[in-house]
């Protein structure tokens, strides 16, 4: 068995448009393992689909190598593409068949037996409705029966670009227990999100992309090991942001939690919170800090860290502007 499922070294890719000459994909060095899921994160515009379609032969590479299950592409795709499974762009079902009529037709296409249909859509959690109308599915079904249409050749490595996109909070959490029990069942998941907290809960690796460069890369528990932050409530935000960063730690205002309307999530406000990274200094050195100032925190807490600040962190460090929705 091969160690990389994928592997690019110097990946670049620039187009030429209007306003000149555009880098989407940057010097990219990707290492997707042969197993687990691995997330593909970074914020909109920062290579995620373009590196994709790279991989699939679906563009040109402008410089650098690329290995798919092993073999160089796009020179040896049409001998590897058989093992892979890609939904890329919303694949093209007929909206009056139904669910098991669209995979029949591509199972026939592909000259697959018709057993595969019946696994591929009991995989996905689809057998209950597929005889129903594809044009009468929800968003979340339909991108369940792309997935269903990529399981029928039995694949090696399945790459998925922004498959929760549009979805609601059930859709994206099917999905997301679709691609770890995928990852779990002994395929190579590549998923792409620019939602890096949804990833986080189910990838075992991760890449860490910003303007089609690589940042970060790893097992996510190395990834996250890097930063150990604190949450920090207090009268006047702006004063103690000044007196931390005095400090010389990183500091800055707690994003909203995600699916929050507001800064006000269901564990109370945490308006005007900070999250401080002190580095290796403990947490009553940060209120030591504050406390000198005459800004004592009304609350201090360890946040058990997460990609999106280790992503903030990053990019901050880089320098390259931008958050990660
Ligand atoms: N065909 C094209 N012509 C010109 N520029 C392009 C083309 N395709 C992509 N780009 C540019 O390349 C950059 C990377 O785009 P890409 O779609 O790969 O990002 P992404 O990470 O997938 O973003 P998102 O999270 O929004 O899907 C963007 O600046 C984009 O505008
Ligand atoms: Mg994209």
Request: proline content about 7%; charged content about 20%.
């Amino acid at each position: 068995m091969v160690e990389h499922a994928v592997e690019t070294r110097g990946l670049s890719k620039t187009f030429r448009t209007r306003h000149g000459v555009r880098t989407a994909v940057d010097g990219l060095d990707l290492l997707v393992p042969a197993t687990g899921v691995h997330g593909f994160l970074g914020p909109n515009g920062s290579g995620k689909t373009t590196t994709i379609r790279l991989l699939l032969g679906l563009a040109r590479a402008s410089a650098g190598e690329m290995r798919v299950l092993g073999r160089p592409v796009p020179q040896e795709l049409p001998d590897v593409i058989g093992r892979v499974g890609a939904v890329v762009e919303s694949p093209k079902f007929s909206p009056t068949f139904t669910g098991r009529q669209n995979l029949d037709l591509l199972a026939r296409a592909g000259g697959l037996p018709r057993t595969r249909v019946d696994r591929a859509l009991e995989q996905v959690g689809m057998s209950e409705r597929a005889g129903d109308r594809y044009q009468a599915y929800s968003l979340g079904m339909k991108q369940r029966l792309a997935i269903a249409a990529t399981l029928l050749k039995d694949p090696a490595l399945l790459v998925l670009d922004e498959p929760t996109n549009g979805l609601d909070p059930a859709g994206i959490r099917e999905i997301r227990e679709l691609v770890r029990s995928l990852g779990e069942g002994g395929v190579a998941v590549l998923v792409s999100s620019h939602i890096l907290a949804e990833v986080q809960q189910v990838c075992t690796s991760a890449s860490i992309v910003g303007r089609g460069r690589l940042l970060a890369q790893g097992p996510v528990e190395s990834l996250l090991g890097a930063s150990t932050t604190y949450r920090v409530r207090v009268a006047d935000p702006a004063a103690a942001r000044a007196v931390l960063e005095r400090a010389g730690w990183t500091v800055r205002p707690e994003p909203a939690a995600p699916g929050s309307t507001g800064s006000t999530g269901s564990t109370g406000s945490t308006a005007g919170a900070l999250v401080v990274d002190p580095g290796p200094e403990p947490a009553h050195r940060v209120a030591q800090v504050l406390g000198e100032a005459g800004l004592w925190p009304d609350e201090l807490t360890p946040l058990r860290p997460d990609l999106e600040s280790v992503f903030l962190d990053l990019t901050a460090e880089h320098g390259l502007a931008g958050g990660a929705r």
